[in-house]
């Protein structure tokens, strides 16, 4: 079950480092951690399934900084690796304008020594869209959400989101 185990994260690992090759577009941890002041709290923006975001200001070379959502994989959850991986292959493959573009990926290890995984991402204005289809109830947050759609507007994102399907 050990020796099981440790192919599976070495296999995991060499296919990892292929498909970033590949990509010829990878960032460094140290400009992620330059970009968001360290994986900063007041820059986090919002946690999914296998991993946290944060907000980043990446400067790359004499161009205007760019603003981007940093996604860091929680390697620990289970299928975090897996979803790091077949995002690579997103990234060469899949380009749509109603999918979010990864503009490059970060294979690295950490100041600790871990493993150290993350997407760099368009960064979203107007953020997750479930706020926009489930406005939060709550008075408080409630305050800062968007104002709810119309049914042409709803109508209009339900096609956006089925063309990115297909
Ligand atoms: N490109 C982005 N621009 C702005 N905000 C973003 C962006 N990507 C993610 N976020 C914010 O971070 C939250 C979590 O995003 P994430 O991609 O981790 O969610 P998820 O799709 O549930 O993830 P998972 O693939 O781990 O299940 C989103 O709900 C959104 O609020």
Redesign the pocket.
């Known amino acids: 079950m050990l020796s099981f185990a440790v192919d599976h994260t070495c296999t995991y690992f060499r296919v990892d480092r292929m498909l970033i090759d590949m990509l010829h577009s990878c960032i460094s941890y140290a400009t992620l951690l330059r970009a968001t002041d360290g994986l900063s709290e007041a820059n986090l ?9 944060y ?1 980043g200001v990446l400067d790359v070379d004499d161009t205007a900084p760019l603003v ?2 940093v ?1 860091v ?1 929680n390697l620990l959850r289970h299928g ?1 690796a897996k ?1 790091f991986i077949s995002g690579c292959e997103a990234l060469r493959n899949i380009k749509h304008r109603n999918l ?1 573009k990864i503009i490059t990926a970060c294979s690295s290890v950490d100041s600790l020594g871990n493993d150290f995984k993350a997407f760099v ?5 107007k ?2 869209l ?2 926009w289809l489930h406005p939060p109830t709550d008075i408080e947050e409630a305050r800062e959400a968007p104002k709810s759609l119309n049914l042409l507007q709803t109508l209009s994102i339900a096609i956006d989101v089925a063309c990115a399907l297909d």
Request: aromatic letters at 16%; hydrophobic letters at 45%; charged letters at 25%.
């Open positions: 923006i919002g946690a999914g399934c296998f991993g946290v975001v907000k981007a959502a996604k994989f975090a979803c979010v991402y368009e960064y979203m204005e953020a997750s479930e706020k």
